[in-house]
């Protein structure tokens, strides 16, 4: 598949950011997330009935491209730390520069890539490259923004925040207000979403001194200590609506009678891993399951769905049994995800927030000494991605990006995405080279997941 760049820009809000804004603070959470991005990737074929014979592909191509720098503009002025940069100082210098926008085209049609992605052709249509897992914080970007065009009229929307700046939920709170604004707000359900809540600062209230430091020196460690190296390589499992269902019944225990769809997976998911990990090294070894937990609907009351920030943290269950059945690790998850309650939540926010943290990193730090190799999850399955319509339809896909065959220092992570319809699951899979061979063939794992379907395929079965 072949892209081409048009053109590089910055996209600045339609209106100036007032002085007193200019400086946006990072949260607590914010202090210990590195300037990493995860890029979503939304595919938007071009619906024939959009076509007549007055007017071309070229035509639609255009006007849609001018609607959704226009209305970028318009929802940078409500998202207006998204303009801006970085700083080494814990915040965003809200300066106006702009959104960095890519406008690309591919000579090829947009089916020619859904048949079957390869996940690395799609980082050609990502502004930031895939291997990229972290930069430079000062000066970096918060956000970034890629529209490629396809042969056949379809439209390719791939864009990032910086981590530091905010999580998925912040994302996708941005996303939503942007395709509100470019559908003019037709509803008042809609409006709330270009109302962003910048009050997470004055909740998790940030920290510079000593303790401060310390703590995220050892985070760091934690984090770095369970990194492996090696070439890493994506791939998708994708679980049906018939095979979770089977999985939960296999999952059902008088300790959870209820299990979850996100707990099925990232049991089996784990058990399979675990297999391959003690496979390749001839013995067990222990294993850490980290899972990013949101931590606004666990407070009480809730805190608002539009805070912008890290409004998460990650949650650990240590695996030290060589045989373990999917009821006890979907226990192990519900147990160690249960802690992170309103009381906790409570305990982070005001002056003793950072104390609270303490105990969580220090646990961790526990944790990974116990570990020999860690897994970690995270759920994108209710962010509503696939609800994201800009006038032209809601996209057939979203995806995330492959690695482009990079030597990294990494941590073998899973993605957990709605498919179109939301009865399935995507799990995206990283994982090193060598692992994700025995991975691809463990049949406990093959009897409920299908590998790297293609999403027409998914689709049409609806």
């Not at 675990?274 to 009480?300: E, I, T, W």
């Not at 608002?304 to 240590?318: D, F, H, K, M, P």
């Not at 990494?410 to 009865?423: A, E, K, Q, Y």
């Amino acid at each position: 598949m072949e892209v081409e760049i048009i053109s590089r820009e910055s996209i600045k809000p339609s209106s100036p950011t007032p002085l007193d804004l200019k400086t946006h603070k990072l949260c607590l959470m914010d202090q210990f997330l590195s300037n990493a991005y995860a890029p979503r990737v939304l595919y938007y074929p071009l619906n024939q009935d959009d076509l007549s014979s007055a007017i071309d592909i070229d035509h639609i191509v255009s006007k849609r491209l001018q609607l959704l720098k226009q209305s970028l503009s318009e929802t940078l002025a409500h998202f207006y730390p998204l303009a801006g940069k970085l700083t080494n100082n814990f915040s965003v210098d809200c300066n106006d520069e702009g959104v960095y926008f890519v406008e690309a085209v591919a000579k090829s049609p947009l089916n020619e890539l859904l048949i079957q992605p390869d996940p690395n052709l799609i980082n050609k249509l990502c502004p930031v490259d895939g291997s990229q897992q972290s930069g430079q914080v000062a000066g970096a970007h918060v956000a970034m923004v890629q529209v490629t065009s396809f042969a056949c009229g379809g439209l390719v929307i791939c864009a990032c925040i910086s981590h530091t700046f905010g999580d998925g939920t912040s994302f996708s709170s941005f996303m939503k207000a942007w395709a509100a604004t470019a559908r003019k707000k037709t509803s008042e359900e809609e409006t709330i979403f270009i109302c962003p809540n910048y009050d997470a600062s004055s909740l998790f209230l940030p920290n510079e001194d000593d303790l401060f430091h310390q703590l995220r020196a050892v985070s760091n460690a934690s984090y770095t200590r369970l990194l492996e190296t090696g070439r890493f390589v994506k791939r998708r499992f994708v679980f049906d609506a018939k095979a979770i269902a089977e999985l939960k019944a296999k999952a059902k225990s008088s300790r959870v009678q209820n299990p979850t769809r996100i707990e099925v997976l990232s049991a089996i998911l784990s058990k399979s891993i675990m297999a391959v990990v003690n496979k390749k090294s001839g013995s067990h070894k222990p294993m850490l399951l980290s899972h990013a937990v949101n931590l606004r609907p666990r407070a009480r009351p809730p805190l608002s769905e539009y805070l912008i920030g890290n409004i998460v943290w990650y949650t650990n269950a240590l695996c030290t049994e060589e045989e373990v059945d999917l009821d006890g690790l979907v226990w192990q998850l519900r147990e160690a995800i249960s802690k992170f309650d309103g009381d906790f939540v409570k305990s982070l926010q005001g002056v003793g927030g950072l104390l609270k943290l303490c105990e969580a990193i220090k646990y961790e730090a526990e944790a990974c000494s116990d570990a020999k190799n860690r897994v970690i999850f995270s759920s994108w399955c209710t962010f509503g991605f696939y609800g994201i319509d800009f006038g032209w339809g809601k996209p057939i896909w979203v995806s995330c990006v492959g690695f482009g065959g990079s030597i990294l220092q990494f941590s073998p992570i899973i993605n957990l995405v709605d498919t179109r319809f939301g009865d399935g699951i995507e799990a995206w899979v990283s994982l090193l080279e060598e692992d994700m061979a025995l991975l691809e063939v463990d049949k406990n794992l093959l009897e409920f997941a299908t590998i790297d379907p293609s999403p027409l395929k998914l689709a049409k079965q609806q």
